[in-house]
């Protein structure tokens, strides 16, 4: 994409450690020669942004929401950045919420859409003693704590993470701001981190699944020296809260693109301090069809336009899990029902240590699983009673999930299927010919009468 250089700019990349200072070219794009446009920004976005510039504030769209324009997609969410503070923010929209401990941002709510804004983050400190010491913590590994240090719009460009993020559209001129060559990263497909990658991993390990994340979005190559340090750093994951994580993961497989991603995850480590006992029982010989079975499914609903359902993501990522625990409790001679109530508890438990998964979701996640047990058994009342569980659509899915993954015999979801659709009479057909179909019933003996020895 043509480009008019601007000025020249030296600029030392935060948290970099020992390495040198790069050098990098500020650039700024004119309208004539991008794709970035007003109408493809929605209103809120832009109301944000004129207010913002109104009350004598720089403010810019910035991130994923110009890079996906770039690439002729159309953006689910706008961010801008801004040199206003929160507290500033805040004060000229009354439609607006303040969030944050790590970072304070702002929420502007417009209805269901809601406009993030960040002020513009400053370096990290160079010494012991900075006046922003309080605003700014770090962990015994490098982990950020607090990170509330503003700056310019130089400096928080640098801040970001990936090269191809720091991109800031003015809607003054419409021109395109490039600080860190991303504009070069987006023409060569490729995922870039600003500045030392294993120091930026170390800052927050997050950044190694939104690299895998945007790499099977994007359909980009991580860059050699981004991907250098993620096999070796994977498991500072575990040093991340559990809820945090949880909502990454529904990030990773709820972006239209989950098989994908679960093979970058897999390739680079990372699926193992997310999922450990479901890696675990894959390594020891339980198979993860069902796992890529349902990825697909979940892809081909995203492309739908059509809702995930976390639970449901989880119960057939830890189903693996869930099954080498259950045939292990079997063989030590505990009968089937009781044998998987204990494997969930257990299962669960272990995994809520990795990835929280709040109550909303494991309580349903358990009866999808309870149910596997009781959609073979359709004798009598069964099935009815089956048919009215408030998760049999999702259970019956799962069941379409495991056939199509080849674990259980095809036949069962076909019936179930053409139970759901037939009226009262249809389905007492349906189960007088699968008692039939079960043999004759065994004549029961008559039981010779008991004798009594005579009254005295």
Not at 4 to 32: C, N, T, W
Not at 256 to 283: K, N, S, W
Not at 302 to 319: C, D, E, H, N, R
Request: aromatic share 8%; with cysteine; hydrophobic share 35%.
């Amino acid at each position: 994409m043509p480009r008019r250089l601007v000025r020249k700019i030296r600029a030392f990349i935060p948290s970099q450690g020992k390495k040198k200072a790069r050098d990098y070219q500020r650039q700024e794009i004119p309208r004539d020669q991008h794709n970035v446009s007003r109408s493809m920004i929605s209103e809120p976005a832009k109301k944000v942004l004129h207010r913002l510039n109104k009350a004598g504030y720089d403010a810019y769209l910035v991130g994923g929401g110009v890079r996906d324009i770039l690439l002729g997609g159309q953006p689910k969410d706008f961010d801008i950045a801004t040199n206003a503070t929160p507290e500033e923010v805040h004060g000229l929209f009354r439609n607006s919420r303040l969030i944050g401990r790590r970072f304070r941002i702002v929420h502007v709510v417009f209805g269901r859409e809601i406009i993030e804004v960040t002020t513009f983050r400053g370096n990290a400190r160079d010494g012991e003693d900075h006046p922003a010491d309080d605003e700014h913590r770090t962990s015994e590994h490098g982990l950020l704590l607090r990170d509330n240090v503003y700056g310019t719009q130089q400096e928080d460009a640098l801040r970001r993470d990936f090269t191809i993020n720091a991109l800031y559209y003015c809607i003054r001129d419409f021109s395109i701001i490039d600080f860190a060559n991303g504009v070069d990263d987006l023409n060569a497909r490729q995922i870039r981190l600003i500045g030392d990658p294993e120091t930026r991993y170390r800052e927050d390990p997050v950044r190694m699944l939104r690299a895998v994340r945007f790499a099977a979005k994007l359909g980009f190559e991580i860059e050699p020296e981004t991907e250098a340090p993620i096999r070796q750093l994977a498991p500072l994951l575990s040093h991340i809260p559990p809820a945090r994580l949880f909502d990454e993961v529904l990030k990773l497989f709820s972006a239209g693109h989950g098989e994908a991603t679960y093979d970058l995850l897999q390739q680079y480590g990372l699926l193992a301090p997310l999922f450990p006992e479901t890696v675990r029982a894959i390594d020891d010989g339980e198979s993860d069809e069902l796992i890529r079975q349902s990825l697909r499914n979940t892809d081909a609903r995203i492309a739908q336009g059509k809702s995930v359902t976390p639970y449901f993501l989880f119960a057939a990522m830890l189903w693996p899990a869930l099954q080498a625990e259950w045939r292990r409790r079997q063989e030590s001679g505990e009968p089937a029902q009781p044998a998987l109530h204990g494997a969930i508890g257990k299962v669960i438990g272990r995994q809520v240590q990795a990835t929280s998964i709040p109550k909303r979701f494991s309580g349903p996640m358990k009866e999808v699983w309870e149910l596997q047990i009781r959609l073979p058994r359709r004798q009598g009342k069964r099935a009815f009673a089956t048919l009215t569980h408030p998760r049999f659509r999702a259970a019956y899915d799962f069941l379409l999930v495991r056939e199509a993954a080849g674990e259980i015999e095809p036949g069962l979801g076909e019936w179930w299927t053409e139970f759901q659709t037939n009226d009262e009479r249809g389905q007492e057909k349906m189960l007088s010919q699968l008692g039939s179909a079960s043999g004759p019933k065994k004549r029961r003996r008559k039981r010779s009468p008991v004798k009594r020895p005579p009254q005295a």
